[in-house]
């Protein structure tokens, strides 16, 4: 009956959508399907939840980019390959805030993701240079870091120069920023 009146309709996506219905293996994942259509997210998440089904939860976050409830579900549910999920989700709460501009907020949730690109980049935004040679020295050998030198390098202003360290017993280099004296700023030293 539904696809005869998306035919109807001309409604291409309706069609698509009742053939995926039609596929599923029972009638609570198609309401929580349907509700979802019908952007009733909370009404479907909660009957994937009371299905057991807290994976289908928040993958149904996960397309909403809704993060901050894909934490608290995965925090709640525990369970295997939880750790890669939460990395993924802390990095995109962190995105959410560099997003915004509140760095801060940012470096916290670059740190839980282990995201240490991005949170290289907040370090920068911030001014925060000794953080940024924490970080540098915290990061195991062979770490590529090379996309962090290129975007400080490709984002510098005129008076900042940046230099490679290589860090004592490896072969990767390392970023390290220093100010030169057009800008009459000390020169941070390890």
């Known amino acids: ?17 009742v053939k995926r219905l039609k596929r599923l293996d029972s ?5 929580a399907e349907v509700a979802a259509y019908f952007k009733r997210f909370e009404e479907a998440e909660r009957l994937y939840l009371d299905m057991d089904r807290r994976d289908l939860a928040v993958d149904l976050r996960m397309k909403l980019g809704d993060w901050f409830r894909v934490v608290q579900l995965v925090k709640t549910g525990g369970g295997a390959g939880d750790d890669s999920l ?10 959410y805030y560099a997003d915004r501009q509140k760095w801060q907020h940012a470096v ?8 240490q690109e991005r949170l290289a980049e907040c370090y920068y935004m911030l001014e925060d240079y000794n953080g940024l040679e924490q970080m540098v020295h915290s990061l195991p050998d062979n770490y590529p870091l090379l996309s962090v030198n290129t975007w ?3 984002h510098s202003n005129p008076c900042a120069k940046f230099q490679c360290l290589i860090k004592p017993g490896c072969n990767c280099l390392h ?6 004296a057009c800008c009459n700023a000390t020169v941070q030293s390890l």
Do not use: P
């Not at 009638?27 to 309401?31: G, I, N, R, S, V």
């Not at 939460?86 to 995105?95: K, P």
């Open 1 to 17: 009956m539904a696809d005869k009146a998306f035919v109807r309709c001309q409604d291409y996506q309706g069609i698509q959508f």
């Open 27 to 31: 009638e609570e994942k198609q309401l």
């Open 108 to 115: 916290t949730y670059y740190q839980q993701g282990r995201n």
């Open 86 to 95: 939460l990395e993924q989700a802390w990095s995109a709460i962190g995105d």
């Open 152 to 154: 400080i390098t490709e």
């Open 175 to 180: 970023t390290l920023i220093c100010h030169t």
